[in-house]
T-cell receptor
Framework: DAGVIQSPRHEVTEMGQEVTLRCKPISGHDYLFWYRQTMMRGLELLIYFNNNVPIDDSGMPEDRFSAKMPNASFSTLKIQPSEPRDSAVYFC??????????????FGPGTRLTVT | GIQVEQSPPDLILQEGANSTLRCNFSDSVNNLQWFHQNPWGQLINLFYIPSGTKQNGRLSATTVATERYSLLYISSSQTTDSGVYFCAVEQPGGSYIPTFGRGTSLIVHP
């Protein structure tokens, strides 16, 4: 399996622009998670989906952030408008109830976002 | 919420040395994972270990859930072991919201 795929790997944008991050989970996995990592706050869970349905979005920092999962093989995290404090590495992870435990998460390579 | 403390925060080793990393948590947990974040930022799943002991090559992990800690052992360390090691725990209750520790930063010198 190719693992979790994220794109782009790096994104540099100007404040106020819309940013869309993409994730393809491991085939067959039914859970998908979006995280943000910064030096100050470490790894934070933003939102997670089960069977394409958002289950908990309490970690989404504010209304400028939105996430969708239109099908089992694709999810997006959108920031509109972006701000410099959104600069971070954004990770997507997936897991499966069919392979033991939904807690055993596999991470993608991350998207390094810089907002200037 | 649950508190996860990792120690030591930083560790510097000479290649070939052994080390033990610790993860303490403040409440009962259903699940625990260890991850290695390599210098390129990739988070690699090392162990899923809610209890007991597991081994994978030079790495092994033990979780004693009743005493609220987990240990990660690295034997005969190599420069490729450098990076940050995180533990993440999940509390009972059916949610899948993990809490990550702040990590142990490991540097292995040749």
């Amino acid at each position: 399996d190719a693992g979790v795929i994220q794109s782009p790997r790096h994104e540099v944008t100007e404040m106020g622009q819309e940013v869309t991050l993409r994730c393809k989970p491991i085939s067959g996995h039914d859970y998908l998670f979006w995280y943000r990592q910064t030096m100050m706050r470490g790894l934070e869970l933003l939102i997670y989906f089960n069977n394409n349905v958002p289950i908990d979005d309490s970690g989404m920092p504010e209304d400028r952030f939105s996430a969708k999962m239109p099908n089992a093989s694709f999810s997006t995290l959108k920031i509109q408008p972006s701000e410099p404090r959104d600069s971070a590495v954004y990770f997507c992870a997936s897991s499966s109830t069919g392979q033991g435990s939904p807690y055993e998460q596999y991470f993608g390579p991350g998207t390094r976002l810089t907002v200037t | 919420g649950i508190q996860v403390e990792q120690s030591p925060p930083d560790l510097i080793l000479q290649e070939g040395a052994n080390s033990t990393l610790r993860c303490n948590f403040s409440d009962s947990v259903n699940n625990l994972q260890w991850f290695h974040q390599n210098p390129w930022g990739q988070l690699i799943n090392l162990f899923y270990i809610p209890s007991g002991t597991k081994q994978n090559g030079r790495l092994s992990a033990t979780t004693v859930a009743t005493e609220r800690y987990s240990l990660l052992y690295i034997s005969s360390s190599q420069t490729t072991d450098s990076g940050v090691y995180f533990c993440a725990v999940e509390q009972p209750g059916g949610s899948y919201i993990p809490t990550f520790g702040r990590g142990t930063s490991l540097i292995v010198h040749p």
